[in-house]
């Protein structure tokens, strides 16, 4: 009895030490900062078809731009991700191309909102605009917080003897954000006067 309660107890001293709660708690961690990302994406989907309604009241022949959003905003949608599947590097690339998209589509928005100055002094779309500029601004935190989460368990997991752990528990090193072109903005722009 005594050598079964000592072995218990060495069990439980070299388990303590392995890392494993540890490794479930930022793992838990990353999962609730992912879904305060798609919180903020959420928020921005959400507001999309009260930004293209106000835009199509005064741009009726900008048909393909506002299209091209509503397309975007529609591929966002299909596109689910939660913190568990987060962890699928396929998965994130699809989301995030989804969500780059829509950004992109909402960019052009913008640029045809620019040759319309009485869209641009109404009121409801002066709302709406700072609304989007608003969650944009969340979105890049949410994102920021989620990829510093990713990268505290990512070390965990890989440092030794964590990793040994991790392997033992089938933990992975979760894949993060990237940037999409990243030999692009590599590159210094070059600027002419």
């Not at 989907?45 to 900008?62: D, M």
């Not at 975007?72 to 590097?89: C, H, I, P, Y």
């Not at 944009?136 to 990268?151: D, G, H, L």
Request: a positive charge.
């Amino acid at each position: 009895m005594l050598k079964q309660w000592m072995a218990a107890m060495v069990l439980a001293v070299s388990l303590s030490g392995c890392g494993y709660n540890t490794m479930q708690s930022q793992d838990e961690a990353a999962n609730a900062r992912w879904s305060d990302v798609l919180n903020q994406y959420q928020r921005r989907a959400e507001l999309v078809p009260n930004l293209v309604a106000t835009v199509q009241g005064y741009a009726k022949h900008e048909k393909e731009v506002l299209t091209e959003v509503t397309e975007a905003r529609a591929k966002v949608g299909s596109v689910q991700l939660t913190g568990d599947t987060a962890t699928n590097e396929q998965q994130l690339k699809a989301f995030s191309d989804a969500q780059n998209g829509l950004t992109s589509a909402l960019s052009k928005l913008m640029v045809v909102v620019e040759k319309y100055p009485e869209l641009k002094a109404n009121a409801n779309f002066m709302d709406l605009q700072k609304q989007l500029e608003g969650t944009e601004n969340r979105i890049a935190v949410a994102r920021s917080r989620y990829i510093e989460s990713v990268q505290t368990y990512n070390t965990t997991v890989r440092q030794f003897p964590n990793n040994l752990t991790a392997k033992m528990f089938g933990m992975q090193v979760r894949p993060n954000f990237t940037v999409e072109n990243e030999k692009a903005i590599s590159t210094a722009p070059k600027v002419s006067f």
